[in-house]
């Protein structure tokens, strides 16, 4: 099992800055990719960042140039640099640990969320 415990949300006026913090605890070996997804109402969850493994990045063309995801595995910590905010990107933050399982399968583990508004 792994624990992830969110915080760094909240209300921001656009162009703004936030940082979003995931702490996990538990079994946290075997971890493919760490990362933050977001869903807004009425939309589907989607992608905003992430980091394999190796240590590449991947995030979302919507926040390229203004997010920037990292990680301090001394603290077991995945974090999100969030700058430039706009109104678009108001929606509840969830952070993911993707873990390898036996026999090549992937398990998501997902925080509890974490709400960002962005005002005008």
């Known amino acids: 099992q792994v624990q992830l415990v969110e915080s760094g949300g909240g209300l921001v006026q656009a162009g703004g800055s936030l940082r979003l913090s995931c702490a996990a605890s538990g079994s946290i070996f075997s971890i493919n990719s760490m990362g933050w997804y977001r869903q807004a109402p009425g939309k589907k969850r989607e992608l905003v960042a992430n980091?394999?493994?190796?240590?590449?990045?991947n995030y979302a063309d919507s926040v390229k140039g203004r997010f920037t995801i990292s990680r301090d595995n001394a603290k077991n910590t995945v974090y999100l640099q969030m700058n430039s905010l706009k109104p678009g990107d108001t929606a509840v933050y969830y952070c993911n640990f993707r873990k390898i399982v036996p026999f090549g399968g992937t398990y998501d583990y997902w925080g509890q969320g974490t709400q960002v508004t962005v005002s005008s």
């Open positions: 980091i394999i493994s190796g240590g590449s990045t």
